[in-house]
Every structure is written in structure tokens, then in C-alpha cells.
């Protein structure tokens, strides 16, 4: 199942897949391709599958982008399409009850970040040679360095394209919430806009556990 779910996404050509309406509002980025060697798609739900998905198809590899809890929890209340107006921040952001309604699949609130990141700490011990977990922080921080360090546990060699898309990424912004185009400060937006209440509270249960690495 998991191998035609695979070579269904090869073959689509569904714009959401392919992310062919965003490409022409110029918020994802476009790449002249040869023949692909690779099929890489993105997921930010089903978390609970990648052990599934790795045990399956041994020639996979997973790779994990964690981001700073607080920075996580800030995007999500200062989005829009993702958090109602109507709903309550101090009631949902830990849990998230009225966006997660008790789905499995669904990662949204702190609590699901920390199942989330000691998910991904796990598997990067079970896999060590096919899970990869990045830091968001890093990739902003040291974008070409990060990807490229990326791409070797992947076994590709990025192209001139892929440097030159890392640096026009990070030289402009383009207000959407689905664009890959933001400057730098963006790791650190949560700093003034989070709750101070909310990004303490975080803070301190991370505090002394595995977690606190991603909180510095």
C-alpha cells in the first residue's frame, strides 16, 4: 500500500501535489528538473507513520524539521487559515482541542510538539542512517551549510539552483502563509509576539529534559 501510495504521488499531476497554483503566485520556487532520481514530498501530519513508512521501504529516508516549540506555537495562533479568531489562545495552546479534536494525526498545540520531538529523537536512534533531524533554527541560520550536510545523508549533490533559491528565500518576504520566502528574523518573531506567560511556561518544562537543546 504504502508503494502505490508512493507511485501515486510520482504520477499526479493534482495542483496541490505539485503546488503548481502556488509556483505561478511566485510563493514555492521553481526548478528545472532532469530525470528525478528522488522522490521527496513534505508531510506535517500523519507523524505517527514514519517508523511505518521506514520499515517498509527500505531504500527511504526520513528527515524531521524541528523548530523552536515557542517559535511553533506562535506561527500557529498567528495564522489565520490554522487558528480561528473566535477561539480562545490561553485555552489552546497547549492542547489545541478545537483544531486537533483528538486526531491523531494532528500536531498542533505544545503537547503534540513534545510527542513530536521525542518521537523524532527515538527514530533518530532506531534509523540512525535513514532518519535525519534538522533544526529549523539551523537552516535559517546556516541555510547552505545545513542543506548541504542534508543532502549527503540523502546521497545528492545540490545544484547551483539549489544555493541560489537558499539565498533569494531569505531576501524577501512574501506575506502568505503557505510562502517559503521570509527573512531571517523569522526565527525569532515568537520573541515579541508570543504571550509571555505561554512562552515561559514552555521554557520551563523543557528546562533539564532532552527537549531544552530545542529551546536554545
Known amino acids: 500500500m504504502v508503494e502505490q501510495f508512493l507511485a501515486d504521488i510520482c504520477a499526479t ?34 507523524l505517527h507513520l514514519v517508523s511505518h513508512f521506514l520499515d517498509t ?9 524541528l523548530r523552536h516549540p515557542c517559535a511553533t506555537i506562535n506561527s500557529w495562533l498567528k495564522t489565520p487559515r490554522e ?31 513534545k510527542w513530536a520531538a521525542g518521537h523524532f529523537l527515538a527514530l533518530a536512534q532506531a534509523y540512525p542512517d535513514r532518519f535525519t533531524l534538522v533544526r529549523y533554527e539551523n537552516l ?14 540523502c546521497t545528492l549533490v ?8 537558499l539565498c ?26 508570543l504571550l509571555a506567560d505561554i512562552s515561559q511556561t514552555i521554557l520551563a518544562e523543557c528546562k533539564g529534559s532532552k527537549l531544552e537543546k530545542f529551546c536554545l
Open 13 to 46: 499531476d493534482d495542483d496541490f501535489i505539485c503546488q503548481t497554483s502556488k509556483r505561478a503566485q511566485n510563493i514555492a520556487p521553481i526548478f528545472e528538473k532532469s530525470t528525478p532520481s528522488h522522490l521527496v514530498f513534505k508531510e506535517v501530519r500523519y
Open 57 to 65: 521501504v527500505p531504500d527511504s529516508h526520513a528527515v524531521a524539521i
Open 83 to 113: 487558528f480561528r479568531s473566535d477561539w480562545d489562545v490561553l485555552s489552546e495552546w497547549r492542547n489545541a482541542p478545537s483544531k486537533n479534536l483528538g486526531r491523531i494525526e494532528e500536531y498542533y498545540g505544545f503537547e503534540r510538539w
Open 140 to 153: 535559517v541560520e546556516l541555510p547552505i551549510a545545513t542543506v548541504a550536510n542534508l543532502f549527503a545523508r
Open 158 to 165: 545540490p545544484a547551483t539552483q539549489t544555493a541560489e533559491f
Open 168 to 193: 533569494a528565500s531569505q531576501a524577501r518576504e512574501v506575506e502568505h502563509p503557505d510562502s517559503v520566502f521570509r527573512k531571517p528574523e523569522v526565527k525569532d518573531r515568537w520573541r515579541r509576539e
